[in-house]
């Protein structure tokens, strides 16, 4: 029968005077330790915050953006505060969470791609428009908050946002309500007879 054997432990070294020994295997050890944390590991991350980055010049928005684009498990993720103007060509396919407050989108169409999006908040953004939002039609997204965008103070704009996404459940952490169901099409037509 074979046995392996360790090797002589620190404290053994240390007793026979081999420090040099220890020293070497104890750079290895740090060397090692050091390759281990250079090592990026963001296509397994299933929950990340990457909120309040400071991204100050064009090539730290695309360390970031690269850094984006190599999380294909994540299913939470902050990204609050970041000057984030266009995340387009971003996919992000697991994704159920995304926190996206406090950033600079004008428009859903800048948003990333989340097709499994279930919660989605974009308070304090700049979106002026809801053209665009029904890209998230074929999504299970249940929860949207636009709170602190231009965009709420839309004529209609509950009922706009509803009918645009049949799967919502809530608004501005507002559950829908019955008032929020009608068309707005028929809405519009009503008003417009009852002012003739």
């Avoid at 397994?44 to 684009?69: H, T």
């Avoid at 266009?86 to 428009?107: G, M, Q, V, Y």
């Amino acid at each position: 029968n074979l046995f392996l054997c360790p090797g002589p432990s620190e404290e053994e070294l240390f007793l026979r005077k081999e420090e040099h020994t220890l020293r070497k295997r104890k750079q290895v050890t740090d060397a090692e330790k050091w390759e281990r944390r250079l090592q990026e590991n963001w296509e397994n991350c299933a929950e990340l915050n990457l909120s309040f980055q400071d991204l100050g010049d064009l090539y730290q928005v695309e360390n970031f953006k690269r850094i984006l684009r190599r999380l294909i498990r994540v299913e939470k993720l902050w990204l609050v505060d970041n000057s984030l103007t266009d995340l387009s060509a971003i996919r992000l396919p697991r994704c159920r969470e995304l926190n996206a407050n406090k950033n600079h989108f004008t428009s859903f169409k800048q948003l990333p791609k989340t097709p499994q999006i279930q919660h989605l908040s974009l308070a304090e953004n700049n979106i002026t428009t809801l053209s665009g939002i029904s890209d998230f039609r074929h999504t299970p997204l249940e929860s949207l908050i636009l709170k602190r965008n231009p965009c709420e103070f839309q004529e209609r704009y509950r009922q706009l946002v509803f009918s645009n996404l049949p799967n919502l459940k809530m608004l501005d952490g507002i559950p829908k309500l019955p008032e929020d169901c009608s068309p707005p099409e028929v809405r519009f037509f009503y008003r417009m007879c009852t002012i003739l």
